[in-house]
């Protein structure tokens, strides 16, 4: 049966937060998932970067808020907020869209193409 649900973990709570802890699932196929997940602020900006080994190498995209007050006590300390996919350790991040209060994530296992390759 497919998984229709993706939990996530909050890393590191910032200005940016989510209507609750899981994805919706768009697709799934045996190297290649497809969802969406659900913050409550509007067109936040996100990045992600390689997998850390020291982090047991689980995919991980930071969000960034779209701006930021100055002065303003609600909007101070730290910005960004970083969740990860604990179900998907060796995963890769191949792709993640902000579209108003949705983002759309795309993982990648490369694994079975590296060792079909030889690398």
Not at 34 to 43: A, L, S, T
Not at 68 to 73: G, L
Not at 91 to 107: F, N, P, S
Request: hydrophobic residues 35%.
């Amino acid at each position: 049966m497919l998984q229709t649900t993706i939990p996530f973990s909050i890393e590191m709570q910032g200005d940016v937060t989510f209507s609750h802890t899981y994805g919706y699932m768009a697709q799934k196929y045996d190297t290649v998932t497809v969802f969406h997940i659900d913050m409550n602020e509007k067109y936040n900006f996100v990045g992600f970067t390689p997998n850390d080994p020291l982090k047991n190498n689980i995919p991980t995209i930071t969000f960034f808020p779209q701006e930021k007050e100055e002065n303003d006590p609600m909007t101070d300390g730290v910005c960004c907020t970083e969740i990860s996919f604990p179900d998907f350790p060796g995963w890769e991040v191949q792709g993640a869209r902000v579209a108003k209060y949705t983002c759309a994530i795309t993982l990648v296992d490369w694994r079975p193409y590296w060792e079909a390759q030889g690398l």
